[in-house]
């Protein structure tokens, strides 16, 4: 079998055995790239060819010396291209970005560096981490692996057509209302956005820091375990990050039951506005679930239906702030030409944001302005403490929540583009976890009549990854979705 | 018509912490622009901040000597406007849970006490510099200020001439630097005051529209500003004028206040709290702790001084007007239990030298170990006072024990007996006319018989034992 199709831990034995050398892992990864990169368009910036050959070069010199692997050693993955790579471009998607090189490393590249994988190059986002199609991207939209006619989902859409694609083994995405798991869904991957305050934001450029949070996109759930144990812990940059222990993940993707287990199947998740074929999959989940020991229990998350007019207040109120410094002082796109500095922020910041990325600001301002304050913002923040109780008292009941990741199979590309508020709503699913900070994950549960692949939602208990790994693992090997690859067409 | 002028004062104190606010870069002054920075405090993409405690703790120990409230959480917030110098386009402040709620400061004027009644007082970054050099083209943007912190103390509108603000001013920075939290340096920018200003017809309850007054980097300057701004003002009303809410900026040059900008250019700075820094926990077991770390206020150990060492306030007051100099007088009565003598002598002596070599008391060579000596050989009658202050430069300026220097200079006052009886038979020998008088009854004349064995003795005398002893021969 060719070495890009190997999940990462089969890839992992190969190389830990010296079955396989980082040479040989880049130059598969090197060749597969230029083959289905046109194609797809999943990265922004790719590690030059030298470069990437110099660094596995390294790695096998090293190896007699280091006498040990690490888990992500010569692993070969993608970043997403609003994760702060120190000497490498970090864009964000955003004209306002394009030439922006960073001289620091984000936390997770930190922790990464340190295992010494290697980064094949920055995956495609919507600007700012701000869409769910990688149509906002000011470098054109990545295209679906199953159909290029279709969107990857976003924003971390790059990250998942990547390792749908083959052109990664795994990926780093960001989540701030959805956009982990819905482009895991629409390219039949995992995706897991882990609690918030697990992984560390520092180096993650800020779309709302109070829902941003860093997580793998991956081709299995095993997978997904392996990336969470190298990105967790706490971090003395991120005030945010939680002081927590944490567990081998991957003992947590063992067990192929769930007995014991409570399944929770919030009654407001398959309401109004769910595709029938995406019903039929997560009802067939659900008997999965029920299959393998799980105890099937029916719920209700009354205040759900706020959870996107709520999210849209909140992460716009927090973006308008997070994005107010790219204004052509320090780094980054300077509108040309300007006499005066109200000229010069005025045509930066016109020039320099996408339309979509404009929308959110504006509304954000809106929200935070006198006199509206408190009948948006702090009201909004007074509706995601009820979404956040709602899920308690959910929680006393059972042990994980399924749910759809998405209400249909990923859109065409163009269909949503005029229609924001339909593109809102591709984010109904994801959102309440997000705004209650909580472990998710989507993986693969069946495709479309149009063969677009369709993605189950799991949710748990803050600091509980363990538990929503274990269930995920169970699924993934009460079925055989994983097995099945999109095949390219030229 | 007669007015009454009612200001209230904002002052930013900067606090001298190691580092930073949010971020490891030193606080340090006067280095190449851009210099003292990093990810966070140049608001580069991704970055994050971890609040300083030591900023906390300084804030704390301001609030528990302001006798604020300090609620068990307090939180940052976002204030949100576009500045060059300002990197994130939001500075990090405090807003509705300010870390020091309302306190009181006393202040005197003209021997009056008064209470000032403190608002509040806030943490907050502040901001780098803009740079517009002469010829070059262009402005340029210094971060190394960027983030240090700033304890922002409001007051309510409380003094009523500038006489009063700037004894409240006095108060504050003496205070702050007590504390040891801001070195209160108005030229370089860490004790920055912005008073506002209104005035209303004598007796009348509501308060006129105020004025915000700033660039204001001296105590002067604070007077002359509020004493223009308060007559312009009076000037306005007068002539059936209205007085305009809005900002206006002190020009020393012209000694006149003008138009910075209007109420209708005032921001809506969307404040928020910052979703990066969580709420902070101040815990009443911490307080407690912190202010056992408490100096006592200037005006407290004032107090203190007059009553447990029976000084004057006029002595008091120059002794505690100093925290050091005050440390080293207590250092000084710690070893030598004479605070009246050691007051004479840290307040004459000493400070004269400190002053002419411009040193702080702190850095002073003489310790108060080698001033006690000192004072030790004159109570022993050892030295006379009037030898011990001719060598206290040369004590003063080198390493040597006073009695080195004694020694040195033959200082050593002469108390032996026999020496001075051969002195007093030779000058009573040489005055007959002045010993005719004295035993004729014209007792003062001793003074003169005194006065004749210190100079045949060169000074060296104890005059006290020569006092005594010509009184017995003369009688004998």
Redesign the interface.
């Not at chain 2, 993409?45 to 609040?51: A, I, K, N, R, T």
């Not at chain 2, 990197?87 to 939001?90: A, S, T």
């Not at chain 2, 979703?275 to 969580?278: H, N, W």
């Given at each position: 079998m060719a070495l890009f199709k190997l999940t990462l831990k089969e890839l992992q034995e190969k190389f830990t055995s010296g079955e396989i050398t980082a040479g040989e892992i880049a130059r598969a990864y090197l060749l597969r790239i230029s083959q289905v990169e046109p194609k797809i368009k999943s990265y922004i910036s790719l590690t030059p060819r030298e470069d990437l050959l110099m660094n596995a070069q390294a790695i096998d010199d090293g190896l007699k010396a280091w006498r040990k692997t690490e888990p992500l050693m010569a692993m070969p993955l993608g970043i997403k291209d609003n994760i702060c790579t120190k000497g490498m471009r970090t864009t964000c998607g955003s004209r306002m970005l394009e030439t922006f090189v960073p001289p620091y490393d984000a936390t997770v590249m930190t922790k990464f560096n340190a295992q010494k994988p290697l980064i094949l190059g920055k995956t495609n986002l919507d600007e700012f981490a701000m869409g769910s199609s990688t149509e906002h991207s000011a470098f054109g939209p990545s295209r679906n692996p199953w159909n290029q006619q279709h969107i990857p989902g976003g924003s971390s859409g790059g990250s998942a057509a990547a390792v749908a694609a083959d052109e990664c083994v795994a990926a780093l995405g960001s989540d701030t209302g959805g956009s982990i798991r819905q482009p895991a869904a629409c390219c039949g991957v995992v995706g897991l956005k882990p609690t918030y305050g697990r992984v560390s934001r520092y180096g993650l450029v800020a779309f709302a820091s109070s829902l941003d949070q860093i997580g793998p996109i991956t081709k299995t759930v095993t997978d997904a375990a392996i990336m969470l144990n190298a990105l967790v812990g706490h971090d003395p940059l991120d005030s945010t990050s939680a002081k927590r222990d944490f567990p081998d993940f991957t003992k947590s993707a063992k067990k192929k039951d769930i007995k014991k287990l409570v399944v929770g199947v919030p009654q407001e998740y398959f309401a109004e506005g769910l595709d029938p074929e995406v019903s039929e999959k997560i009802q067939d989940a659900i008997a999965v679930f029920e299959g393998i020991g799980g105890k099937i229990q029916e719920v209700t998350l009354p205040s759900t239906e706020r959870a996107i007019a709520t999210y849209y207040l909140i992460a716009t109120a927090e973006a308008s702030s997070n994005l107010a410094r790219y204004d052509g002082v320090k780094y980054g796109f300077r509108a040309k030409e300007c006499k005066e500095l109200a000229e010069m922020y005025h045509s930066t910041r016109s020039q320099g944001f996408g339309p979509e990325v404009k929308r959110r600001i504006m509304l954000g301002t809106y929200a935070l302005s006198a006199g509206y304050y408190d009948a948006f913002y702090a009201k909004a923040q007074a509706v995601r403490t009820l979404i956040q109780r709602d899920f308690e008292a959910v929680f006393q009941e059972v042990d994980f929540l399924v749910s759809p990741v998405m209400p249909t199979p990923a859109f065409r590309l163009g269909e949503r583009l005029e229609d924001p508020l339909q593109m809102y709503l591709s984010d109904i699913y994801t959102i309440p976890a997000s705004l209650a900070g909580l472990p998710a994950i989507s993986l693969p549960c069946g495709h479309s009549s149009k063969g677009l692949p369709i993605g189950l939602q799991l949710m748990g208990r803050p600091f509980e990854e363990n538990i929503v790994l274990r269930a995920a693992f169970a699924y993934e090997h009460a079925t055989n979705w994983r097995t099945k690859r999109p095949i390219i067409r030229s | 018509m007669t007015y009454e002028p009612v200001i209230g004062v904002e002052v930013h104190a900067q606090l001298h912490t190691q580092t930073k606010l949010f971020c490891g870069c030193p606080t340090s002054f006067g280095l190449p622009p851009n210099t003292q920075v990093c990810?966070v405090c140049?608001?580069?993409?991704?970055?994050?901040?971890?609040?300083n405690q030591q900023a906390v703790e300084m804030a704390v120990r301001t609030g528990l000597a302001l006798n604020c409230e300090l609620s068990p959480t307090n939180q940052f917030s976002?204030k949100?406007y576009?500045y060059?110098d300002l990197?994130?386009?939001?500075q990090i402040s405090q807003y509705d849970l300010p870390i020091c709620g309302p306190g009181w400061l006393e202040i005197s004027v003209n021997d009056k006490k008064k209470r000032v009644r403190i608002t509040r007082a806030h943490l907050e970054e502040d901001a780098g510099k803009n740079v517009h050099e002469e010829g070059a083209e262009g402005s340029h943007?210094d971060l190394n200020r960027a983030g240090t912190p700033l304890l922002e103390i409001v007051t309510e509108p409380d003094l009523f001439s500038s006489e009063e603000v700037d004894a409240y001013l006095k108060a504050l920075r003496d205070l702050l630097v007590y504390l040891d939290v801001c070195d209160g340096n108005m030229e370089q920018g860490s004790f920055r005051c912005e008073p506002n200003v209104s005035i209303r017809p004598k007796g009348q309850q509501t308060l006129g529209t105020k004025v915000e007054l700033k660039n204001i980097n001296s105590f002067r300057y604070a007077k002359d500003a509020l004493d223009y701004e308060i007559s312009r003002q009076a000037e306005l009303l007068d002539e059936g004028g209205k007085v305009q809410q809005e900002t206006r900026l002190w020009n020393v040059q012209l000694g006149q206040t003008a138009v910075m900008r209007s109420k209708e250019g005032a921001h809506?700075y969307?404040?928020?709290p910052d979703?990066?820094?969580?709420p902070v926990s101040i815990d009443a077991e911490w307080i407690e702790e912190l202010g056992g770390t408490i100096p006592e206020i200037p005006s407290a150990r004032l107090q203190r001084f007059v009553k447990d060492y029976q000084l004057s306030e006029y002595d008091a007051g120059i002794l505690t007007d100093s925290k050091e100099l005050a440390d080293y007088f207590e250092a000084c009565v710690k070893l030598f239990a004479h605070p009246k003598t050691v007051s004479n002598w840290v307040t004459g002596e000493l400070l004269r030298e400190l002053h002419s070599s411009g040193v702080t008391p702190e850095d002073s060579p003489l310790k108060p170990e080698r001033l006690v000596e000192l004072l030790e050989l004159v109570d022993s009658g050892t030295v006379s006072l009037k030898a011990a202050r001719e060598l206290f430069p040369e004590l003063y300026s080198t390493d040597k024990t006073a009695e080195q220097v004694v020694k040195e200079k033959g200082l050593v006052q002469v108390s032996d007996e026999g020496t001075l009886q051969t002195i007093i038979e030779e000058v009573l020998a040489a005055h007959p006319a002045q010993v005719e008088q004295y035993r004729g009854g014209k007792e003062a004349v001793i003074g003169y018989l005194v006065g004749q064995v210190m100079k045949a003795s060169k000074g060296k005398a104890n005059p006290g034992k020569v006092n005594e002893m010509l009184k017995r021969s003369l009688t004998s």
């Open positions: - | 990810p140049l608001g580069l993409p991704g970055s994050l901040p971890v609040l976002r949100n576009f060059p990197p994130k386009g939001y943007v809506d969307r404040y928020f979703p990066d820094l969580l």
